[in-house]
Structure formats: structure tokens, C-alpha cells
């Protein structure tokens, strides 16, 4: 997806991958041709080496900072085990005399990893066979053991092309603050409710760093627009750039802060006799009118909204912009903010199949007699209200300035007439 013209297949130069390492952490590096990547304990790679190469495949780092192809994914597979039934390691304790081999002597075969003089390989065999219990395990106990080792002392490294589903998995493992605890299967959730599909036009309240924009244009694919809009004076989209979008792909993201929304915009020629101010003044208003022009049309497809502002607030503001038949989708990391605005939903006639559910995902191991769920899942899915919005009577729309806060406004005085009516 970058600009420079090369396949979405292979690794390009100036563009960000998306690093899964030994340990199964991961990290977000920028790939310049002379540049070279450091992945921490397990050494550095030229980004030469591994610019047009294919995305997914195994790299294994070897001397003199060189990565080169690795055949194979992993050094020692645990997957297809043939276990003794009756086998048990209930007589092996462990304990610190059990390995043989010393601190600095491990360190130092590291450091010899490190400079290409063994491999990691060979570490991994050399700390096993130096093991006093290595050889009265059962042997699914020892894949486990090696499988270890390898998370630890291995060198084989793959790249993928940056996704918001990766993202999305990077910042809950490394930051989940910063994207409000969103996992992916929530972020699934909430595109299948929105029915984010090629060609529709969505409106975004993304708080979440640009993560909730991303996945709604990639959902989109080459057709249909997103109008966003964030809070402050400036955008604050960090987990755009990671994406590696084509400049088409920016011209169909419009955004537009709040504050522009309520107020009238003014001409900057108004406020200002330099030359290059004006310009870019100019620009920054043309940018906000367009994206005003968009959001006054209305007939969106969907509002999504992940925000740490009260939903009910940005629903009344919001929500007559939704075209009939369109979907809310509105996320939360906890439950409370929530209630309020479904009450609203449920009690307003223009909105119907008012829902609020939380999503529970657990990830299972799936292997030969050791089928289970894994101890460490995440529990908390954050939870989702959605709906669908109907029009009995459609209101037409004049494309007024201040149509956005007129519509809020007649939408919470129909609910007040309900309200007194009923």
C-alpha cells in the first residue's frame, strides 16, 4: 500500500512492517534500505536483506547483522507429539542445581550467537543436553521445554504488512490504554454491526489513536468515504501512518473537529495579511469545508463511535446524519457510560433493534489429546451498543450551516413530545 509503486506482497523500502519476534512480542519498525532494525536481546538485521522479500515468511538473523531465509518456521515443533499415556514427570522436582551450565557461560554462547560463531540452535541443544532432567520428561514436556528455549535464545523473525487487526493486538499487548481495551474480535464486532462494506460512507468519532479509522477503510477497500471527527484543534490519528495508505486512500478520509461543527467557519483572509499563513489558513479551510459540506449532507451508511465522551451526547448530535436503514455502533471499555444512551434509543421511535452486549472470546489449544483454553485470555471485550435507524417521516435537508446542531436539537425535542405524549 505505499506510494512507491510495490507489491502489497513483498517487504518495500520506506514503509513500516509489523515485526513478530522469537519471544512472540511484537514491534513496529520503518524499513529504510541502509537501515538496520534492532530486535533487542535477539540481535539486529540489515533492512536490505529482507526489502522484496515476500510478507510471513521465516528470517533468521546470522552474522554480521545479516538476516537470511530460515526454511522453517520454527526449530523445534510441539504440535504432533507421540505421548506415552501412562508417562508422568511427577518424580522430577525442579530445582536450580538441575542445569549444569553456568550463567556466564550461557551469556558467553549468547554473545557467540550473536557474532555468527554458533547458532542458536546449537545453544538450545547445548542447554538441554546440559539439563539433569531434560532426559526423564515425558516427551510432550520436553517440546515444551525446547519450545521455550527457543522463545528465549532463538533468531528466526517474520514481517507482515501492518493491518488494524495487528495493530489492534499490538496496542492491547503493549498499550491497551491508548485504544481503550478494544481487542480485535470487538473490533470485528463493531464493523459487521456498523455493515462497513465497499462503497459506503461512514461517520467516525475515533478516539482511539486512528485505529477505528483504519479498519473502517480497509473494510472499504477503493470505494466510499469516511468523515472523522475528533476533539482539540489538531488530529491526533497516530496509528494511521503505520498503515502505509496510497495517497487515494488519504483524499477519501475527511475530518473535522468539534468545535467546527458548532461554530461557523470564517474566512482566513479575514485574520491575516501574511502570505504564507493565508496559504496554509486557506488550505486548513477548504479541508474543514469540505468535510463540513459532507457531514451536513448526511445520509451516512453508519455512525461508529469510540469515544471517551458521553455516548448519549454524541448520539443526539449525531445520530439524525444516519440514513435510513443505517447502523449505531457505539463501543465502551466498561459498561456504565452505556445505560443512559440505550434508555434514550429504546424510548425513540426513529431507532430500532436497540441492543447492548458484551462479547466473551476465549482461545483455545488445539492439539492431539490436549485439546483446552488457554489460562491467560483477556476477559475484558469491552461492550458494544448498537442499533438501527428508521425515518417514518424524512426530513429534508437544506445544507444550512447549522443544520448539524439544528438536528440535534429537533431530535431531542421529538423526544421531549414522546415523552409528554406518552
Known amino acids: 500500500m505505499a506510494d512507491d509503486g510495490s507489491s502489497n506482497e513483498t517487504v518495500g523500502p520506506d514503509k513500516w512492517v509489523y ?178 462494506r465497499s462503497g459506503a460512507n461512514v461517520a467516525v468519532v475515533d478516539e482511539i489513536g486512528g485505529l477505528l479509522i483504519g479498519a473502517v477503510m480497509e473494510r472499504l477497500g477503493s470505494r466510499g468515504t469516511v468523515c472523522a471527527i475528533y476533539d482539540g484543534d489538531t488530529e491526533s490519528y497516530e496509528c494511521l501512518p503505520y498503515l502505509n495508505w496510497k495517497q487515494k486512500d488519504r483524499d477519501r478520509l475527511h475530518t473535522l473537529p468539534w468545535n467546527r461543527i458548532l461554530t461557523n467557519l470564517t474566512d482566513p483572509h479575514a485574520s491575516s495579511h501574511k502570505i504564507e499563513r493565508v496559504k496554509r489558513r486557506n488550505e486548513r479551510y477548504q479541508a474543514y469545508q469540505s468535510a463540513r459540506r459532507i457531514l451536513e449532507e448526511g445520509g451516512f451508511d453508519c455512525l461508529i463511535t469510540a469515544s471517551q465522551y458521553s455516548p448519549s451526547s454524541i448520539i443526539q448530535s449525531l445520530s439524525h446524519l444516519i440514513r435510513g436503514s443505517g447502523n449505531l455502533v457505539v463501543y465502551s471499555g466498561y459498561k456504565e457510560p452505556l445505560p443512559p444512551a440505550y434508555s434514550d434509543l429504546r424510548s425513540d421511535t426513529n431507532f430500532v433493534n436497540v441492543q447492548l452486549t458484551e462479547t466473551f472470546t476465549r482461545e483455545y489449544q488445539a492439539k492431539p489429546g490436549r485439546f483446552h483454553p488457554l489460562m491467560n485470555t483477556n476477559g475484558n471485550s469491552g461492550w458494544l451498543l448498537t442499533a438501527i435507524r428508521v425515518v417514518s417521516k424524512p426530513r429534508p435537508m437544506n445544507g444550512s450551516s447549522s443544520n448539524v446542531v439544528e438536528g440535534a436539537d429537533h431530535e431531542q425535542t421529538h423526544r421531549k413530545r414522546q415523552r409528554t405524549d406518552s
Not at 533492512?47 to 546470522?62: F, H, M, N, Q, T
Not at 538476516?67 to 507429539?81: H, I, M, N, P, Q
Not at 551469556?107 to 526423564?136: D, H, P, Y
Request: hydrophobic share 35%; with cysteine; aromatic share 10%.
Open 19 to 196: 515485526i513478530e519476534m522469537p519471544s512472540g512480542n511484537s514491534k513496529l519498525a520503518f524499513l529504510k534500505t541502509d537501515s538496520v532494525i534492532k530486535l533487542g536481546k535477539f540481535g539486529s538485521f540489515r533492512a536490505s536483506d529482507v526489502i522484496g522479500k515476500p510478507y510471513g515468511l521465516p528470517y533468521e538473523i546470522v552474522e554480521n547483522d545479516r538476516a537470511c531465509f530460515a526454511g522453517r518456521g520454527s526449530l523445534f515443533d510441539d504440535f504432533e507429539v507421540d505421548e506415552d499415556p501412562d508417562a508422568s514427570n511427577k518424580e522430577i522436582f525442579a530445582t536450580r542445581d538441575a542445569q549444569k551450565l553456568s550463567n556466564a557461560e550461557i551469556q558467553q554462547m549468547k554473545n557467540e550467537t550473536l557474532e555468527g560463531k554458533i547458532s542458536s540452535e546449537t545453544l538450545i541443544q547445548r542447554v538441554a543436553e546440559n539439563n539433569a532432567t531434560f532426559e526423564r520428561k515425558t516427551q510432550f514436556s520436553k517440546a515444551k521445554y525446547l519450545k521455550r528455549k527457543e522463545q528465549k535464545f532463538g533468531k528466526i523473525f517474520r514481517l507482515f504488512d501492518p493491518t488494524p487487526s495487528l495493530l489492534c493486538q499490538y496496542y492491547l499487548d503493549m498499550n491497551p490504554s491508548k485504544t481503550k481495551d478494544l481487542r480485535p474480535d470487538s473490533l470485528s464486532q463493531m464493523l459487521s454491526f456498523g455493515n462497513v
